[in-house]
T-cell receptor
Framework: KQEVTQIPAALSVPEGENLVLNCSFT??????LQWFRQDPGKGLTSLLL?????REQTSGRLNASLDKSSGRSTLYIAASQPGDSATYLC??????????FGTGTQLKVEL | SAVISQKPSRDICQRGTSLTIQCQVD?????MFWYRQQPGQSLTLIAT?????????ESGFVIDKFPISRPNLTFSTLTVSNMSPEDSSIYLC??????????????FGSGTRLTVV
């Protein structure tokens, strides 16, 4: 059974700092990995999708990497802003096209 | 990718009552997925809804408690029946991106925040 873990569970940083969020998964037989953002009480916004054959994807200040063989992904956020404060979730698509979510990292960027 | 309209965005309900959540997609999709997110937890898949057939429920979820309708390729409803405070959660619907082609990830609705009192 696929298990997805995110470290740290919570993170507080000053504005302008670069930061890295980590995601690990136990079964490397995945189709892709997706990073989402969730604001309190709201739905999910897709940030980046990495196919299993890819190593990284970039969008603006965000960069996500994937090391499928070791079961790890990182989300790098450059020059963090207060508006980046949210919970970040990673999710992998595996067998049966099932999506398995990580436990999330709650990020707070302070002025 | 598809855009999903989900409603209501939030509701406060009395125990023992039922709430129906709606999701409308702006394009035709084969499968729609319903998730529950309990307070402080990650998302758990409730069921997969295909048009023209019974929904497929995950372990721990039953049709009597969470009946699902899928009358066409752009619309689905999830009902939370005979609610108790333990049903207080965020409920989300989701569809695959990429017009049914695999490997393009998923899009989610804006969520329904349910509080049962």
């Amino acid at each position: 059974k696929q298990e997805v873990t995110q470290i740290p569970a919570a993170l507080s940083v000053p504005e302008g700092e670069n930061l890295v969020l980590n995601c690990s998964f136990t079964d490397s037989a995945i189709y892709n990995l997706q990073w989402f953002r969730q604001d309190p009480g709201k739905g999910l916004t897709s940030l980046l999708l990495i196919q299993s054959s890819q190593r990284e994807q970039t969008s603006g200040r965000l960069n996500a990497s994937l090391d499928k063989s070791s079961g790890r992904s990182t989300l790098y956020i450059a020059a963090s802003q207060p508006g980046d404060s949210a919970t970040y979730l990673c999710a992998v698509t595996g067998g049966g096209n099932k999506l398995t979510f990580g436990t999330g990292t709650q990020l707070k960027v302070e002025l | 990718s598809a855009v999903i309209s989900q409603k209501p965005s939030r509701d406060i309900c009395q125990r023992g009552t039922s709430l129906t959540i709606q999701c409308q997609v702006d394009s035709q999709v084969t499968m729609m997925f319903w998730y529950r997110q309990q307070p402080g937890q990650s998302l758990t898949l409730i069921a997969t809804a295909n048009q023209g057939s019974e929904a497929t429920y995950e372990s721990g979820f039953v049709i009597d408690k969470f009946p699902i309708s899928r009358p066409n390729l752009t619309f689905s409803t999830l009902t939370v029946s005979n609610m108790s405070p333990e049903d207080s959660s965020i409920y989300l619907c989701s569809v695959e991106r990429g017009q049914g082609a695999r490997g393009y990830g998923y899009t989610f609705g804006s969520g329904t925040r349910l509080t049962v009192v």
